[in-house]
């Protein structure tokens, strides 16, 4: 990972705490701190709902303190976050339709549960550098494309309104109490380790999962524009927010290669894949009705105050991706 910054200078021999560390984009970041020499911690309820996988830290397991523990459960969040550096915040419910369904859990997990941790750190331990894992969904649908962090914010369902919150939140105690926090604001993020037996954390996971059985797969709408951010671009993107003196108390859009429209992202993983079909099919009206439309990101903000861009072209994210799974699968499935 080139950069002006040192990541290894940066972070070996600090503590690091990683809320949804046994998660798809937390265990990617915890591998690759714990390479860097970092002390690494990890909360991860393992509700299986969430994208928590212990198979995720394969290979770094002995190297990663394990709590099996609730965000929610707020007595013990104190006793987590004292003497730690740095706190990765990416536990969360990403599910779109759960939040429509069961509102009151992403309520908890995604906004009370984050002014939890925040008092938390306020109370013992005001000096932790925190990055918060935000989402494009609070957004709504956009205005404009590209989206930058000027676009008006209007969810569109109950998830992106709890996510709202829940940045707020963090960018209110970095501007009120002194908590150096940071928000990035992701786009659709893919790669090894995330969630593929269901569409809870994304639709492409999915689709890997059902040309990798050999059935086609179904592609809702097909014009719809979209962005990806590969994982370890995403990863590079909070490692390098957590050490820039100018992230501090900002929020960040994170991009990545040009966008494709859905028809053609599926074209691209059937050849990343060596075979496999794919059928279009009308959005469902229970989804159409959350749905964002066209969407993708300008990310020049952070490009230009912190020097992140993505590095990993569609092609290559997808070939990686499916490779993963052809070895893995049976531990996601």
């Known amino acids: 990972m080139p ?4 990541f290894r200078q940066a972070y070996a021999g600090r503590r690091v705490l990683i809320t949804g560390g046994l998660g798809f984009i937390g265990s990617n970041l ?5 390479g860097l020499g970092a002390r690494v911690s990890i909360i991860d309820s393992l509700q299986p709902d969430y994208g928590g996988n212990r198979h995720n830290l394969a290979g770094v397991a002995k190297d990663v303190k394990v709590h099996i523990a609730d965000v929610r459960d707020w007595p013990r969040l104190p006793r987590l976050v004292r003497g730690q550096d740095f706190l990765f915040n990416l536990a969360g419910q990403t599910s779109h339709m759960d939040s429509m369904s069961d509102p009151q859990t992403d309520l908890d997990i995604n906004c009370r549960a984050q002014l939890a941790i ?15 894992a935000s989402t494009r969904q609070i957004y ?20 992106g309104i709890n996510k709202l919150a829940g940045e707020s939140f963090h ?4 501007r009120v109490h002194g908590l150096p926090a940071t928000a990035l604001r992701l786009t659709n993020t893919i790669g090894p380790r995330m969630r593929i037996k269901d569409a809870r954390q994304t639709f492409v996971g999915v689709w890997i999962r059902r040309l990798l059985e050999g059935q086609p797969i179904e592609v809702w ?25 100018k992230a501090v108390g900002e929020v960040f859009n994170l991009g990545g290669p040009p966008p494709v429209t859905l028809k053609q992202l599926a074209v691209q ?37 912190l ?6 072209s569609l092609a290559t994210a997808l070939e990686r991706t499916v490779e993963f799974y052809r070895v893995h699968r049976r531990h996601y499935v």
């Open 221 to 245: 709408g097909g014009r719809q524009l979209r962005d990806f951010t590969y994982v370890d671009d995403a990863v590079e993107a909070f490692l390098l927010a957590a050490v820039h003196p």
């Open 3 to 6: 950069t002006l910054i040192d």
């Open 118 to 132: 925040l008092e938390a750190c306020r109370l013992h331990n005001p000096q932790v550098r925190i990055v918060f």
């Open 269 to 305: 993983l059937v050849a990343a894949n060596g075979g496999g079909e794919f059928l279009v099919r009308e959005f469902p009206a229970a989804r159409k009705k959350i749905d964002i439309g066209n969407y993708y990101a300008d990310d020049r903000l952070i490009r230009r105050r």
């Open 30 to 34: 915890a591998r690759t701190l714990v």
């Open 171 to 174: 960018l209110l105690y970095a």
């Open 140 to 159: 709504g649908r956009p205005d404009y494309l590209p989206v930058d962090e000027k676009h008006p914010l209007r969810p569109v369902d109950v998830n």
């Open 307 to 312: 020097g992140w861009r993505p590095r990993t």
